[in-house]
């Protein structure tokens, strides 16, 4: 098992005494015989993320948005420092599955991801529709009706999984993209019928292409199955459970202070 390296400066040392548990669990790696000094590093967090704008996306070299700037806080309120990195999501989500210690955020919580990693909590929260072009009729009162259509997809993210899930398949009626804007691209010039996407990033993409969302875009079928909570940011699961609980800590305290409910408004 690899140990969570994280830098012990100030800040670090300032939140052992808020969280006494945390200051147990950097002893304990600091001293046990599994983990060694080298557990104490001066090596930050590893967190992964991908672009998925307004969310996690990256402006002037820097990983920003919505669920950015509240991982941040998390951090700041623990002390400690992360090493983010945005890459496609399929490489994030496996790194994280499969790696003790790697943080990954807006990640949605299904039940078959649920026993593949261990959950801090909310981050933002979402709704998913399918969306299609405003001057096109669709004839889409159920998932199953959705299948006579081209639908364009991320590979390995929520929304395509959900639809592979329920019978869709790649190829045929699920058209897989690395990224996102290529899906709303697709989607104005004719190439996929409908794009299973978040309101939130939906209207953003359409925005950030110079288009008026309520102009380009029609909310075909909502999907309230990937509509219930939001985004989560969570660890592997064999990342221990102290460290998910601190954070998960963490993130409470955001929710108690205001900190939580500002970053979501100023993001709406």
């Keep these: 098992m690899q140990p969570i390296r994280m830098h012990l400066g100030f800040q670090s040392l300032k939140a052992l005494a808020v969280y006494p548990r945390l200051a147990r669990w950097i002893a304990a790696l600091c001293i046990g015989g599994w983990a ?3 557990a104490c590093a001066a090596e930050p967090v590893r967190v992964l993320t991908e672009e998925f704008p307004p969310y996690n996306y990256t402006e002037n070299s820097r990983i920003t948005g919505l669920s950015t700037e509240v991982v941040e806080a998390v951090f700041k309120e623990l002390g400690l420092q992360g090493q983010y990195q945005s890459m ?3 490489r994030a989500y496996e790194t994280a599955r499969t790696t003790p ?3 990954i955020y807006s990640i949605g919580r299904t039940p078959e991801r649920d026993k593949l990693f261990k959950w801090v909590g ?3 929260p979402t709704v998913y529709y399918l969306y299609g072009h405003p001057g096109r009729s669709y004839r889409v009162d159920s998932l199953e009706a959705a299948k006579n259509y081209q639908i364009g997809t ?3 993210d929520v929304g395509e999984q959900f639809l592979v899930k329920h019978g869709f398949v790649k190829g045929k009626n699920l ?3 690395v990224k996102y804007e290529h ?3 697709k989607l104005k010039a004719g190439r996929v019928d409908l794009w299973i996407m978040s309101e939130l990033t939906a209207s953003y993409l359409a925005r950030q292409a110079g288009d008026d969302p309520r102009q380009t875009l029609s909310k075909v079928y909502r999907i309230p199955e990937l509509s219930s909570e939001g985004y989560y940011m969570a660890f592997g699961a064999q990342t221990p459970d102290a460290t998910v609980e601190q954070f998960r800590k963490a993130l409470e305290a955001l929710r108690s202070n205001g900190t939580y409910d500002r970053l979501q408004r100023k993001w709406q």
């Design 101 to 103: 210690g790697v943080l």
């Design 154 to 156: 991320v590979n390995e």
């Design 122 to 124: 909310v981050i933002a």
């Design 88 to 90: 496609p999501w399929a």
């Design 36 to 38: 060694g000094m080298a």
């Design 183 to 185: 899906n709303y691209e």
């Design 175 to 177: 058209q897989s993209s």
